[in-house]
């Protein structure tokens, strides 16, 4: 468990928005080398591994990208104002610290806005809009952040390690969807001994939280005949969420997805759930099953692409989502890992 918290924590604390995950392909291309056959990464950026077998050929997905923040505009006294890159809720964003790569090295920011003792009672009542909201690196000026190596679309990510809590739980930023990468390595590594009939497709994909744009461009040029997407998903075992809205617990298992988005994002094929149910049944390893109501994943990219490619997703329970502070089980991620190894490992009898 050790080694798979440590691995998390290196993905998950490397910086990568939307358009910029080079750092964490580039772990990514290093940890898949010996675990396939051959790495290369794509046009659009997409790391590829392939493990070469004589069955099927199975694409595992989980994508790269962060939601994060881009510099929009430099002020005169030297402040940033930016756009989110993915979904924010405004509110998450206030007071945190940020990373600015700037050209020149990282920067260290704080995302500040005007205090509340200078508020009249009618602002004080009015959630802080990102439109309002600043990044202060210390620049004395436009010209000063300039010469820091600050510029018109760099990008920010935010500050923060991942530590852990207890119970085998830890919490950081980026669990979506570094989690997914590492639960996808971790099937690797199980599969490393075993006779797997499958050629595995092995793809860290780019822009996921942008558009789904990197799986539809790898599903379109590796042309697999079943899919697997590595991803978290959102439960209810907290304060301000019914079980009726999300019935998903932490320690668990793996979630198993039926459908999500109400339908419009993928509806998985009963032969696809099948599969992956039984796979986690061979594993013995505990699992939930999810119907969503909102949020898409790369399977539904996927599962359009060309003629249409069966697709499923296995995830992870993660609390509180598109925030600094995600939280997940180990365990779960563990067991993810182990179904998907499975399903992969015993793909060559899917009709």
Not at 46 to 69: K, Q, T
Not at 162 to 186: E, H, I, Q, W, Y
Not at 262 to 276: A, D, H, M, S
Request: hydrophobic share 45%.
């Amino acid at each position: 468990m050790n080694d798979l918290r440590e691995l998390l924590a290196l993905f998950a604390d490397a910086p990568g928005i939307s358009g910029h995950e080079d750092e964490v392909a580039r772990l990514l291309t290093e940890k898949l080398k010996p675990l396939v056959d051959e790495v290369a990464t794509d046009i659009m950026g997409n790391v590829i591994g392939i493990r070469r077998g004589e069955g099927p050929r199975i694409m595992l997905a989980a994508h790269m990208d962060e939601i994060g923040l881009m510099v929009k505009h430099i002020d005169d006294k030297g402040f940033l104002r930016f756009i989110p890159i993915g979904g924010w809720f405004d509110q998450t964003l206030l007071g945190q610290r940020v990373v600015v790569h700037g050209k020149s090295a990282p920067l260290t920011g704080a995302i500040g806005s005007k205090p509340p003792h200078i508020m009249d009672q009618e602002d004080m009542k009015k959630p802080v809009r990102i439109k309002d909201m600043f990044i202060d690196i210390g620049a004395k000026n436009a010209d000063d952040a300039r010469s820091l190596g600050v510029e018109v679309g760099t990008p920010v990510t935010i500050d923060r390690q991942m530590v852990p809590l207890a119970n085998n739980l830890v919490t950081g930023k980026s669990f979506d969807d570094r989690a997914g990468v590492v639960m996808m390595l971790m099937a690797l590594r199980m599969l490393q001994d075993r006779d797997v009939n499958a050629t595995i497709l092995a793809v860290g994909t780019v822009q996921e939280e942008v558009g789904l744009k990197g799986a539809r461009t790898s599903a379109y040029g590796l042309d697999p005949n079943f899919a697997i997407v590595c991803e978290t998903n959102i439960p209810g075992d907290h304060p301000g969420v019914t079980k009726e809205q999300r019935g998903l617990e932490l320690g668990k298992g793996p979630v198993i997805t039926v459908a999500d988005a109400n339908g419009r994002g993928v509806i998985v094929p009963q032969k696809v759930i099948q599969w992956l149910r039984a796979a986690a049944d061979n594993a013995g390893v505990p699992y939930q099953l999810d119907v969503g109501s909102g949020g898409t994943t790369d399977a539904t990219a996927i599962h359009l692409t060309k003629a249409g490619i069966p697709s499923g997703v296995v995830s992870v329970a993660t609390r509180y989502i598109h925030s600094p502070i995600e939280v997940l089980s180990l365990s779960d991620l563990e067991q993810g890992a182990k179904l998907i190894a499975e399903a992969v490992a015993v793909a060559h009898t899917v009709g």
